[in-house]
């Protein structure tokens, strides 16, 4: 099994998310043990929520890789910020909304 | 040591690999991978255990047949003193949670006998049993399913009037029925009662993800070791058949205070359940190794040898930590042996490994002439 290319040469602080994304697609939670399959958009936007970025770097990000305008990179982002909390998948301060 | 220095001789139970698989053949694997010069004899209890038929890297070098723990300790150490005069025996690994109070109660005749025994304390046994739980997840701070113990169904019927239905029914030692109504209750109190006597326990019932330890105490309240797993197949028993790494520091904290708690000392799996969202809850501990230690010592964290080493006064083998996201899958397959071989076991009450003739139906060892029984 190989991780994407984006978890090589990670910083300290990206290496203590327990997050694990393999071919950009599939999740896993080394805390958790949970994992599945994602589109690329979700299992993007999951990262980056564990990474600490805010919902506004999160969309910037969104718009950047994946070449769309910002109101759809907002648009998807919201959605699969919720549909994460609602499974419980979210860090504890994006959980809470912070 | 007993036996040899070069060759010590240990003895390993719950030898059979089923449905509801024990641990010995896991330890006896995991053993022999760190010291192949011991000798790695069964206690068995019963002929059709799967592990007297191995002839893999869990396999016996010989077993013999013992009375059933709840005949007593007095039985058991009369046919202990026989094996050992035949075996010399240097440790006893128990791994079945009916042998730990004789055990327990023997060890000092054990000790005289020069017998080292992998048990925890009586204090910390009792600490960690189902109708001491809840003090215990009090002391430790981690939530516990409510419990309540009874002598009788009418008790415990009032009791589920509280916690609500569905809930558990269970042995203080064995089995759980789970229960969705009065009717249900009285018959699996019944069912319980019968086998395993009183108490009868009634547990909150709490679904969700299950989540395992195995470690090793140091008996001063500090963990040697541990992998800490999501199981992720589960039997209809709940025995795990797969299970995923995990690097959880709140469940590895939760389970550092249960241990300091009760200064456990060997082998213990403490069970987790937490449901989607939700805390996580202690669900048991089990005093001995899981059924899966050999899965840990296979990423280079050999609890069972570490165990056997340090009870042997031997060199101790490095402990790695478990990387995350390593799995083990359970694989069942069929062994082929032969009804010589049971017959063997249940006349002579010992068996020593041989290689089965399977397509002449007899054991090469007697084609050649060599049987090595009694």
């Known amino acids: 099994m190989k991780s994407s290319a984006r978890s090589a040469g990670k910083t300290p602080a990206e290496r203590d998310i327990p997050i694990q994304v ?34 506004e770097e999160i969309e910037k990000e969104v718009a950047l890789k994946f070449g769309v305008s910002a109101a759809v990179a907002m648009s998807d982002t919201e959605r699969f910020l919720l549909r994460l909390k609602e499974m419980h998948l979210l860090p504890e301060q994006m959980r809470a909304g912070k | 040591m007993s036996g040899s220095d070069s060759r010590p001789v240990i003895a390993v139970s719950g030898l059979h690999r089923g449905e509801s698989p024990q641990p010995g053949g896991a330890v006896i694997e995991s053993v022999r991978a760190e010291l192949p010069e011991a000798r790695l004899i069964g206690i068995s209890y019963d002929l059709m255990e799967t592990g007297l038929h191995s ?11 013992f009375p059933y723990p709840g005949a007593g300790p007095k039985e058991f150490i009369d046919r202990l003193r026989f094996v050992h005069e035949q075996e010399n025996i240097a440790l006893i690994i ?32 009792a600490g960690r049993e189902k109708p001491a739980l809840a003090e215990l997840g009090q ?20 009791c589920a009037l509280e916690i609500g239905y569905p809930c558990y029914v269970k042995g203080a030692l064995y089995d759980a029925k789970l229960v969705h109504h009065e009717g249900e209750l009285f018959a699996a109190f019944k069912a319980i009662y019968d086998v395993w006597g009183g108490p009868v326990l009634l547990q909150q019932a709490v679904f969700g993800e299950e989540f395992v330890v195995a470690g090793i105490g140091d008996g001063k309240g500090g ?55 939700g805390k996580r809850y202690l669900f048991e501990i089990n005093p001995r190794f899981p059924a899966w230690i050999s899965f840990p010592a296979k990423l280079g964290c050999n609890m069972p040898a570490w165990a056997a080493c340090k009870a042997l006064g031997m060199r101790l083998p490095e402990l790695q930590p478990c990387p995350p996201g390593k799995m083990f899958l359970r694989h069942c397959e069929d062994i082929v042996t032969d009804i010589s071989a049971v017959a063997d076991m249940s006349i002579d009450l010992k068996t020593e490994r041989r290689q089965i003739d399977v397509a002449a139906g007899r054991d090469g060892d007697r084609e050649e002439g060599n049987a090595r029984h009694e």
């Open chain 2, 223 to 277: 963990i040697v070791a541990q992998c800490a797993l999501r199981k992720l197949l589960r039997t209809r028993l709940g025995k795990a058949f797969g299970g995923v790494v995990i690097d959880n520091p709140d469940m590895a904290e939760e389970a550092a205070r249960l241990i300091r708690a009760l200064k456990w000392e060997g082998p213990f799996e403490i069970e987790f359940v937490q449901p989607l969202g």
């Open chain 2, 94 to 125: 128990p791994t079945l949670d009916s042998e730990l109070a004789n055990l327990i109660g023997l060890y000092r005749e054990l000790d005289e006998m020069g017998i080292k025994v992998l048990v925890p304390s009586a204090a910390s046994l």
């Open chain 1, 22 to 55: 393999f071919r950009e697609r599939f999740v896993f939670n080394r805390r958790t043990g949970a994992f599945f399959t994602s589109s690329r958009e979700g299992a993007f936007i999951l990262e980056a929520a564990w990474r600490g970025l805010s919902r």
């Open chain 2, 55 to 65: 002839v893999g890297p869990d396999r016996v070098d010989a077993a013999y047949l």
């Open chain 2, 139 to 158: 002391s430790a701070n981690v939530p516990v399913p409510r419990t309540y113990a009874a002598q009788s169904a009418d008790v415990l019927a009032r």
